[in-house]
């Protein structure tokens, strides 16, 4: 039997990229429907107060405009949700609802919706709305909302303390007290936002005349929202349809149950038409989900050969008034204190997660959740204990990496490591960056007062989560994937498959995998996703399981048809299958790789003739096939990125010189695509460490709510970047393909700080926020 024709590993072009480039994507908002309406809300313009006056009266009577929804008139065709899991034990967060009641939580918050023929006129019409809110003291800061006789951010909380968990080994305080060295920091990690190309789109369509609700909406997981609407607005699931068509990034954004796109399905259910809802930038500054802010305070042991001995971490992350729905708000937090060390042979551990709510924007799961803070706060601590046993960098993590030949491997904060290559990164990272060759440079520059610095940090990342990652919380979102793939009676292939698309190539990976069990080219393959009416139930896209989970999916549901076809090929051809294989789009002769059928013959046999088939022959050419992880709880991949920057000490600004990566993704199935993912997710993690940044007052007012003020990174100020690959398959499935979409993320910021910090060491400076603005680094050298 013939499973490999070797289009795994080979680079494809997105199937998609053409029609991209032509201008030809079809999103959320190229949609129209007859009678649409569209959707505007008044939101509250400060942080915390009480709703004292609510008059829609002048707003209801503007042109153009249908209808104006408050809470009172909206919110009881919904079921609160509230954003916590079973799992994360003693956690609380408060009921939310469409929109807000009594009291408003956020700048931002909506307080009224307005439906209008067009978007203008629902916009005119929500300056007609009179809103009067007695102001409230807001929650702005973390460590003054846990401090005794601060206000509570939301009425109904114990206090503003979400979660609280503390993971220990028994010799940790062993360790410190035997220790020959101890380095410490603090760190801050500040807010930043995913600035999706696409903003969050819905468009929700109700028919009363049948009850079924489609709704057609940017994000990842189309699945997840059909549940959520199902069970929220109490719809049989048969009766609710979610359509995510071509999706402008989502980057974990787009995972979140918001009030906007609730109240937009609430309206058409009562209204019986169609309602659109579109965020502007200025809403997605205010609504969209914020990512990491962290204040994390760690201290590293070390024996007196550079030996690792253990981490102390406390991290307060803040999340806003309420915890994300239905994955939390806890979770990134979790993850940062259990990948605290990944890397390292690091026999003990502390970390302390505390979750704290303000009167903010939520934040809740983006790209490498958890990873850049936990690989941040760990090289930074790496790089201080080299320097402070004079150590070269690659020296000290050289003695500290969990060898090669080491696994399966147990860390100190309990994850399985199934088999990772840090070693043989850190090798292939030397001589792809010409380590030594820039280090004599470094040296000479500075005798000439150029200030420049090299960070590596090697990293892990999840990836393939498996039900424990939400289903023992609660959480109804899928751990498994489906596809249905079947021969046409032309002899194409078609697979329609629950992993979704936002631009990353999942078509393409999911085309050359089953191209490669059927014996033809993945553009004979199509592939059709997001649709819970035409595809497959399954968890989709979001912690890089696209190609782990969904490709493995693929791949079994190809062997399952390449066995039903040869069988069939064989009750034509009057021979024993296993004396035949697929290539080059037929059934062949395995011995001699003679043609013996094609699959466009066979395909129309069983379609047009199955009458001259013998009797009792399947001449189906369809298969359904549905996977869920079973080995590790999940997929670990590793690697290690570098950063060579150039510090001007006389204006703090920074220049990015050339980053590197070396990844360890498994199985390799595109390296196209493979590198892209790399390159964007270090894009996004070099953009919170040197622009992205959402600024607050003290009033709790974002300040920087455009993209006239909140800084994004440009193609001019990134640097080249270049990357090599190891490939260590996971033996958990037949791929063996883990994933990739985070690994550039997950590290870019680490060899970031830690380039800098060397750029700086001459000086004595040191930077220990993020981002690492050119006022930071003034501040840390004492010019300001």
């Known amino acids: 039997m013939t499973t490999s024709k070797g289009h795994i590993g080979q680079s494809h072009r997105r199937e998609n990229a053409l029609r991209h480039l032509a201008g030809r994507g079809r999103f959320v908002t190229d949609l129209v429907l007859p009678r649409m309406l569209h959707a505007a809300f008044v939101r509250s313009p400060m942080a915390k107060g009480k709703i004292v006056e609510l008059d829609v009266s002048d707003a209801a009577a503007a042109s153009g405009v249908v209808r104006v929804f408050t809470a009172e008139t909206l919110n009881d065709m919904c079921a609160p949700w509230t954003g916590v899991l079973d799992h994360f034990a003693g956690m609380q967060s408060g009921a939310q609802n469409l929109l807000a009641e009594k009291e408003v939580l956020w700048a931002g918050h909506p307080v009224v919706m307005i439906l209008a023929h067009s978007r203008a006129e629902a916009e005119d019409a929500c300056e007609l709305v009179m809103l009067d809110i007695e102001d409230e003291d807001a929650v702005v800061d973390g460590e003054a909302a846990l401090a005794g006789g601060s206000p509570l951010a939301a009425e109904g909380l114990d206090s503003n303390l979400c979660f609280q968990t503390v993971l220990k080994t028994p010799g940790l305080d062993e360790a410190f007290s035997s220790a020959a060295h101890v380095v410490e920091g603090n760190f801050t990690f500040g807010r930043h936002t995913a600035v999706s190309l696409e903003p969050r789109a819905i468009v929700a369509d109700f028919d009363p005349s049948t009850g079924q609700l489609n709704v057609h909406q940017g994000t990842q997981t189309p699945y997840q929202f059909q549940d959520v609407y199902s069970r929220h607005f109490g719809l049989p699931e048969g009766k609710v349809r979610v359509i995510a068509p071509d999706v402008g990034g989502s980057f974990g954004m787009k995972l979140h149950v918001y009030h906007e796109e609730m109240a937009t399905v609430a309206a058409s259910l009562k209204l019986g038409r169609p309602v659109r809802f579109v965020a502007d930038r200025l809403e997605s500054f205010l609504s969209d989900i914020h990512a990491r802010d962290h204040r994390v305070k760690a201290r590293m042991a070390l024996d007196s050969n550079g030996g690792i001995l253990a981490m102390d971490v406390d991290d307060m992350t803040q999340i806003g008034a309420f915890s994300s729905y239905p994955r939390t708000s806890v979770a990134e937090g979790n993850q940062v204190i259990r990948l605290m060390g990944a890397p390292y042979q690091m026999p003990d551990y502390r970390g302390r997660l505390s979750v704290v709510f303000q009167n903010k924007v939520q934040t809740s799961q983006y790209r490498a959740v958890g990873h850049p803070i936990a690989c941040a706060v760990t090289e930074a601590l790496v790089d201080l204990a080299a320097e402070e046993l004079g150590l070269d960098p690659f020296e000290m993590r050289q003695r500290n990496l969990v060898a090669d030949d080491a696994y399966p491997y147990v860390s100190a904060t309990g994850y399985q490591f199934e088999k990772l290559s840090h070693q043989a990164s850190l090798a292939k990272l030397r001589d792809l960056m010409g380590y030594d060759a820039l280090r004599q440079e470094q040296a ?334 003034l501040t840390a050298l004492g010019h300001l």
């Not at 992993?499 to 059709?528: N, Y």
């Not at 369809?622 to 920057?645: E, K």
């Not at 270049?722 to 990739?740: F, N, R, S």
């Open 444 to 777: 000479t520059l500075r005798t000439q007062g150029i200030y420049r610095g090299i960070g590596i940090a090697p990293f892990v990342e999840i990836t393939n989560p498996g039900a424990t990652f939400y289903g023992v919380g609660g959480a109804r979102i899928s751990a498994q994937d489906g596809a249905v793939v079947r021969l046409t009676p032309a002899g194409d292939v078609y697979c329609a498959i629950s992993v979704t698309e936002q631009g990353q190539g999942t078509e393409t990976i999911i085309a050359q995998v089953i191209a490669d069990q059927l014996g033809v080219t993945p553009d004979q393959v199509k592939v059709s996703t997001g649709d819970t009416d035409t595809t497959p139930s399954g968890g989709a896209t979001w912690a890089c399981r696209g190609a782990g989970i969904g490709g493995e999916t693929a791949l079994r549901a190809g062997r399952k048809l390449q066995e039903q076809i040869l069988t069939l090929a064989a009750a034509i051809l009057q021979t024993d299958p296993t004396l035949l294989s697929l290539a080059n789009g037929a059934v062949v002769d395995t011995a001699t790789q003679h043609e013996r059928i094609t699959l466009a013959e066979i395909g129309r046999i069983a379609t047009y003739r199955p009458d001259t088939l013998p009797k009792g022959c399947d001449h189906s050419l369809t298969v359904a096939q549905h996977y869920a992880p079973t080995g590790y709880p999940f997929d670990f991949t590793n690697g290690i990125q570098a950063s060579y920057v150039e510090v001007d000490i006389e204006t703090g600004v920074t220049r990015l010189l050339k980053h590197w990566v070396v990844e360890d993704c498994g199985r390799i199935i595109n390296p196209l695509l493979v590198d892209e993912q790399i390159r964007g997710g270090v894009v996004q993690g070099l953009g919170p460490a040197f622009f992205e940044e959402c600024l607050y007052d003290d009033m709790g007012q974002m300040v920087n709510a455009s993209l006239a003020d909140y800084l994004v990174p440009m193609a001019g100020e990134m640097p080249d970047i270049e990357i090599a690959h190891i490939e260590t398959p996971t033996l958990d499935t037949i791929l063996g393909a883990k994933g990739v979409g985070e690994a550039g993320t997950a590290a870019a910021g680490a060899a970031a700080m830690n380039a800098v910090n060397d750029a700086l060491r001459p000086t004595g400076a040191r930077v220990s926020q993020t981002p690492m603005t050119p006022m930071r680094i």
